[in-house]
């Protein structure tokens, strides 16, 4: 006779319930969030098992991989269509919806979800670590620019051209001190702003030096 086990994953245990044919439960348990552990369990019950169910969620795609990679006929149900089979039960637990996930296993009553491959994944991780980290070059970028443009002399520089920064500044390293002979990019002017030129000490006509 034909055997289905659903499975309602948490953290830490598994609740396992399994079926047969008619719907009858054959056994019922609670074992570690391990592989091998589940496997084991299931075997020892009632042996093979037609079709092993358990709903998406954050462990599904790893427990998915390792059950499948252990050669168990395991399906990952939507967790979104699979809730209103669970709800209509009148107990609302990790068994009774063990049960529910195994009777669903059954019936053939679910839709199944597809989980990517591993190198899937990791092409997505990288993908989407590269996207992030130019996103915070170019905030970065604009925060240097946003925080020059307060002070414009540093647009009359040589060799820098508009919406760069002067050659100086450009491909240093926070805390790299500049070249001596380039600091006067950032020397503080008359006004308290920044200038490349000495301090204007031209009077004004009728100025009289302080006794």
């Known amino acids: 006779m034909k055997h289905y086990a659903g499975l309602d994953v948490s953290l830490e245990e598994v609740s396992i319930c399994v079926v047969d044919a008619d719907g009858s439960v ?7 969030t391990e592989p091998a552990e589940i496997l084991s369990w299931i075997e020892g019950r009632v042996g093979a098992v037609e079709r092993i169910v358990h709903e998406s969620g954050p462990l599904s795609i790893w427990l998915t991989r390792e059950l499948a990679g ?6 990952c149900i939507d967790a979104r269509s699979a809730h209103k089979a669970l709800s209509a039960r009148m107990n609302k637990s990790d068994r009774a ?4 996930l195994a009777q669903l296993a059954r019936t053939g009553w679910y839709r199944a979800i597809h989980i990517k491959s591993e190198a899937s994944d990791r092409l997505r991780i990288l993908l989407g670590a590269r996207d992030r980290m130019i996103r915070i070059r170019k905030d ?5 620019r946003g925080v020059l443009k307060t002070y414009p002399a540093w647009k009359g520089h040589p060799g820098s ?4 920064l002067p050659r100086p500044v450009q491909g240093r390293r926070v805390g790299q001190p500049l070249p001596r002979g380039d600091r006067r990019v950032f020397d503080r002017g008359p006004r308290g ?6 301090r204007d000490r031209r009077r004004a006509p009728g100025h009289r030096p302080r006794q």
Request: aromatic residues 0%; proline residues 3%; contains cysteine.
């Open 193 to 198: 702003g920044l200038c490349g030129g000495r």
């Open 26 to 32: 054959i056994g019922e348990g609670k074992v570690a």
């Open 70 to 75: 252990r050669g168990a006929p395991v399906v």
């Open 97 to 100: 919806d063990a049960e529910a």
């Open 161 to 164: 051209e508009a919406g760069q």
């Open 140 to 144: 970065i970028e604009g925060q240097a």
